[in-house]
């Protein structure tokens, strides 16, 4: 069994900062692409960024220069430093990898964390 287990959501202010983390554990072999997704009320589930195992990011428009995706190959860990947050930001961020864990690679997601960006 392979898990994901997100950490960090909370409340904070517009133009603050928080830190998600997502550990990957159970029968792994090898982790590919991970990323961070988020999904606000009444809307479907986005991409926020994702890095490959080489540790080459990608991001969404709208977080460009704010969010900053990282990753421990070692300890099997994602991160998202989210900084000069804004209200639009607002969502429950799920955690994604892809895992090898049996035969074939397969998608895999965390239960996710809530982010409220409010004053």
């Known amino acids: 069994q392979v898990q994901l287990v997100e950490s960090g959501g909370g409340l904070v202010q517009p133009g603050g900062s928080l830190r998600l983390s997502c550990a990957a554990s159970g029968s792994i072999l090898s982790i590919n692409t991970m990323g961070w997704y988020r999904q606000a009320p009444g809307k479907p589930r986005d991409l926020v960024a994702t890095?490959?195992?080489?540790?080459?990011?990608n991001y969404v428009a709208s977080v460009k220069g704010r969010f900053t995706i990282s990753r421990d190959n070692a300890k099997n860990t994602v991160s998202l430093q989210m900084n000069s947050l804004k209200p639009e930001d607002t969502a429950v961020y799920y955690c994604n990898a892809i895992i090898l864990s049996g035969v074939f690679y397969r998608e895999y997601w965390g239960q996710g964390t809530q982010v409220t960006v409010s004053s």
């Open positions: 890095i490959t195992t080489g540790g080459i990011p």
